[in-house]
């Protein structure tokens, strides 16, 4: 009964694409100006927030109920869900160091801080990623009839519009 995920790794693929610019940023922190660094700062966090997010929602909401539904635990999934959480966190702390980013010096504090969100972020949403691509996804591709795979994207794509129309400031 094996189905394809492939849309799924395909967005996967995209948003990693993506994530790799987490990483950019944060080794552009004290390398390149201020001016510099704040529009680097403004495009990663739109991306986190604007499409990283309603993601990771629509994973909450459509994708991991199924994962646990096919493993027989729903709990399973917990801790994915726990990594969404921990990544909001840390985009919330991107926010405000965002709107610290003024003039034209940053201060040393401000660096390390920023350094370290970025980095906490890149890391993080990786890890997360490979645990999906390497354990869900299989289990899903051989598990699912592909109606049931269609029913999933359908959910994931419904709980993405839902979050997008109300996304972080």
């Known amino acids: 009964m094996a189905t394809s995920i492939?849309?799924?790794?395909?967005?996967?693929?995209?948003?990693?694409?993506?994530?790799?610019?987490?990483?950019i940023v944060a080794d552009e922190v004290g390398e390149v100006s201020p001016e510099a660094l704040r529009q680097s700062v403004d495009k990663v966090y739109e991306f986190?927030?604007?499409?990283?997010?309603?993601?990771?929602?629509?994973?909450?909401?459509?994708l991991y109920p199924l994962v646990g539904k096919v493993m027989g635990a729903v709990e399973a999934t917990?801790?994915?869900?726990?990594?969404?959480?921990?990544?909001?966190q840390l985009i919330e702390e991107l926010a405000s160091l965002r709107a610290r980013l003024a003039g034209t010096i940053l201060r040393a504090a401000q660096a390390k801080a920023l350094r370290?969100?970025?980095?906490?972020?890149?890391?993080?949403?990786?890890?997360h990623f490979a645990k999906e691509e390497e354990v869900y996804l299989p289990l899903l591709e051989a598990r699912l009839s592909p109606e049931e795979a269609h029913r999933m994207f359908e959910a994931m794509?419904?709980?993405?519009?839902?979050?997008?129309?109300?996304p972080m400031p």
């Open 6 to 23: 492939q849309p799924l790794r395909d967005e996967h693929k995209e948003l990693l694409r993506h994530i790799e610019e987490l990483r």
């Open 48 to 62: 986190l927030t604007h499409y990283l997010m309603p993601h990771a929602y629509a994973e909450d909401q459509a």
């Open 78 to 88: 917990a801790t994915m869900s726990r990594d969404h959480v921990e990544v909001s």
């Open 116 to 127: 370290r969100v970025l980095y906490g972020l890149y890391t993080l949403v990786k890890v």
């Open 157 to 166: 794509e419904e709980a993405a519009k839902e979050i997008e129309s109300h």
